[in-house]
């Protein structure tokens, strides 16, 4: 690739548990803030963990235009919506500032859950002698909808949404790859930058699982129990984690090609340098072994032409259970050896698709700020996470290059090495 071509980011947009806009969001690292809080939906129901990283003060009308677009939005929606419209303030990519067909967007996203105060109505007309009727969900239920619903919870929607919004015709297209979604997200937006399909793209992702159609399915994730003081809940690679939390959030990313950024006389806050993806099979029985992750990062090392010591620090996926955290923490040491390593959900738990996007950024902006945020709540080390974990407070930064990791709960692993602008 000439350097004509490399990938730069020139704008970034945030919407999390612990801060809206990208500001707000370092302040919060900056201070070792949580997002993790006790919540008070559905009190008295099995199905819900008491804790989440939620966001309270989002208010989606301040953020959405035209207004009447938040009646065919989801939160999922709404939140890739903000952050996407942040990421190109930003940048500059006001309306004109680039020709339509040489915009795209890419876009990770969740299987989106609908709104209980949706699905009352429906459910209750298909109610009978207090049972649940299945005969009368067709003839009675549906009438009950809004008619436009489904457009609410399709995947697809948060990236057309945002090509809507910014009028951006070139590719569209969404991943859905459960917690690898925004990091594949951002490589395939890079990948079509470098094919010469598009000059720039949005890309990013989002993700809700503040929900309980999400909490009812308890045997597919390792929820922490540590209900007495949430702050404390995420764990990453600490020895008495326990267990993963959920969470809400999106980040958007607007990636260019250098020659692109600097003939409109973009600021460039960072590099995407390589990337690659690694899948292992998780069955019952058969655990996997990280070797997806060693790939992956492997891959980035031998494509970058860097050598593990010129990585300055780890951006781990650190989902804070106690098998994935022991997974990916020896895939780390055995490849990166005492590498430093970060690990974000613990500021505001597991946003599903939008976290890969929102940790990555977290990445750019320590750049900027020349300092990588430190992992909270670890305490007592591991003996089987060999990784060295930045905590007690920020680690300076000198070297200008990070890698970034995320897998799914079903072992799709992504590496992304970001370099310093």
């Excluded at 990280?290 to 970058?304: D, N, Y």
């Amino acid at each position: 690739m000439t350097n004509e071509r490399e990938i730069v980011i020139t704008g970034v947009g945030v919407v999390s548990p612990i801060g809206i806009g990208a500001e707000a969001f370092w302040e919060s690292l900056r201070q070792g803030r949580a997002g993790v809080r006790q919540l008070d939906l559905l009190d008295g129901s099995d199905l819900r963990p008491p804790l989440g990283g939620n966001i309270p003060d989002f208010d989606p009308k301040v953020y959405v235009r035209p207004r009447k677009s938040l009646k065919v939005m989801s939160r999922d929606i709404q939140l890739a919506f903000a952050a996407s419209d942040m990421a190109c303030q930003q940048s500059g990519l006001a309306p004109g500032a680039i020709a339509p067909e040489r915009l795209g967007v890419v876009f990770g996203a969740d299987m989106i859950t609908c709104d209980l105060d949706e699905l009352r109505p429906a459910f209750a007309g298909s109610m009978e002698d207090g049972r649940f009727n299945f005969a009368r969900w067709g003839e009675s239920a549906l009438a009950q909808m809004y008619p436009l619903w489904m457009l609410k919870y399709l995947p697809n929607m948060p990236a057309c949404h945002v090509g809507i919004a910014q009028d951006a015709r070139g590719p569209n297209n969404t991943l859905t790859l459960g917690e690898a979604s925004s990091l594949a997200a951002v490589a395939e937006a890079a990948r079509i930058i470098e094919r010469g399909q598009a000059d720039a793209m949005i890309t990013g992702g989002a993700g809700c699982r503040i929900h309980p159609a999400v909490w009812a399915y308890r045997r597919a994730y390792h929820f922490s129990e540590r209900v007495d003081n949430p702050a404390e809940a995420m764990r990453p690679f600490d020895a008495d984690r326990d267990g993963t939390v959920h969470g809400e959030g999106a980040g958007a990313l607007v990636l260019e090609s250098r020659g692109h950024a600097e003939a409109r006389g973009a600021t460039i806050l960072a590099r995407i340098g390589r990337f690659a993806s690694g899948f292992e099979p998780r069955r019952p029985g058969n655990q996997p072994k990280g070797q997806a992750i060693r790939q992956a990062i492997c891959q980035v090392l031998e494509g970058s032409g860097l050598a593990r010591e010129d990585i300055e620090y780890v951006n781990a996926h650190g989902a804070s259970t106690p098998l994935e955290d022991r997974i990916e923490a020896q895939a780390i040491r055995d490849t990166l050896g005492d590498v430093p390593v970060t690990a974000l959900k613990s500021y505001f738990g597991s946003l599903g698709a939008g976290g890969g996007a929102v940790e990555l950024i977290a990445s750019v902006l320590a750049f900027g700020q020349g300092e990588a945020p430190p992992t909270l709540n670890y305490h007592t080390p591991d003996p089987e996470c060999p990784v060295n974990v930045i905590h007690h407070g920020p680690m300076r930064l000198d070297k200008g290059a990070a890698i970034v990791l995320n897998q799914s709960r079903i072992v799709q692993s992504m590496a992304l090495l970001l370099l310093a602008p």
